[in-house]
């Protein structure tokens, strides 16, 4: 597709460009070109999302109220008066109807995303200009939506991810940060659905004790949406970055899994009892997706928290990379002295072996 001022294909963008793409839609961007496979897809831009807020705004302030909040009030209240204006704004957002030719734009290039095939579901994503940053990530505050089937519904959806810049936690949050509301604005990423066998998350650094020659990855059956939610422990595993060897092989009982429901979205049904505790991933698996947290980590240059998915053929995907934050922001000592690299962690291994 022809990137615009509304739309941009992922192809063409990256993380320079995070205040017109979002956090999400400039690490995929990113991602695209550094050889990596994403699930094809387009952003519809910042400056669109600025034009809708403009026509809300004629009638009603919007960005002026979320600044004038939470000054002078008890915990109590403040949270009273973030929910009473998140509920009339997000109504705002999802029942006015998008500019004729932004829509027409939109209708455009889903066309073009799904081909032949009109009802190919997406995942919807809101992609905010702040998220993933490094110094303050709204991840995990805006809403996804997943399995998106049809044209209208991808349309009504870009407005959800809009509305929900204005959930009651991603208000509080950046009330709490004294965040300028110019400042924040909200992307939206259109992609093509991963129908995942397998999914989960991976961690260039390890998550519990900050060790960087090492690769933690947590796995289950079905949508990575079961691991991200909490509904499901997920296999763990943790490799060597420079050998492979694999230290750490915790197999799970994953009672359920995140499957697409028949009509769109998605279900929470249970795991086959021949498949609960049988491991999610192959070793080849596990090895081909160390080698990628290795390529997308030296690409960034730092640790990344990244979320992945293994389609019905056996394809690996990424869905999000996002800088690793729990360790660089802890001020206090791991529990382990993190190796200061990889090789460092073989020359221990080898060094004990005598």
Avoid at 240 to 251: F, M, P, Q
Avoid at 270 to 298: C, N, Q, W, Y
Wanted: aromatic residues 6%.
């Amino acid at each position: 597709m022809r990137s615009s001022q509304n739309l941009s294909s992922l192809a063409d963008i990256t993380l320079a460009d995070r205040f017109a793409v979002g956090g999400k839609g400039g690490s995929l961007g990113e991602l695209t070109r550094a050889g990596i496979a994403v699930p094809p897809g387009f952003v519809v831009r910042t400056g669109a999302f600025e034009r809708f807020l403009a026509m809300l705004e004629i009638e009603k302030t919007i960005r002026s109220r979320v600044e004038s909040l939470c000054q002078n009030q008890t915990d109590e209240d403040e949270l009273d008066a973030i929910t009473a204006l998140s509920e009339r704004v997000r109504a705002r957002f999802e029942n006015v109807a998008l500019p004729q030719d932004l829509q027409s734009e939109i209708l455009g290039a889903h066309a073009e995303l799904c081909g032949d095939r009109l009802d190919w579901p997406l995942a919807v994503r809101s992609s905010a200009t702040t998220e993933d940053a490094e110094d303050a990530s709204f991840a995990g505050l805006q809403d996804t939506y997943l399995w998106v089937m049809g044209a209208e519904a991808t349309l009504k959806y870009v407005r959800s991810c809009w509305a929900s810049l204005y959930s009651v936690a991603s208000i509080a949050y950046r009330r709490k940060h004294r965040m300028r509301e110019d400042g924040v604005a909200m992307a939206v990423v259109v992609q093509q659905m991963v129908d995942a066998r397998t999914a989960g998350v991976m961690f260039t650094r390890s998550p519990l004790t900050g060790d960087r020659s090492v690769i933690t990855i947590e796995a289950t059956w079905g949508l990575g949406s079961a691991v991200v939610s909490g509904e499901v422990t997920p296999d763990r595993f943790v490799i060597a970055k420079i050998t492979g060897e694999i230290s750490v092989r915790d197999i799970s009982d994953k009672h359920v899994q995140h499957l697409p429901a028949p009509s769109g979205g998605v279900d929470e049904v249970e795991t086959p009892d021949e498949m609960r505790r049988v491991p999610s991933v192959s070793d080849d698996e596990l090895a081909a997706l160390r080698d990628i947290g290795r390529k997308v980590e030296r690409h960034y240059g730092r640790p990344q928290d990244i979320e992945w998915a293994i389609d019905r053929n056996g394809k690996i995907l990424l869905l999000q990379s996002r800088p690793e934050t729990v360790w660089s922001a802890k001020a206090v000592n791991p529990v382990a002295r993190p190796a200061e690299s990889p090789v460092s962690h073989v020359m221990n291994i080898f060094g004990g072996r005598r």
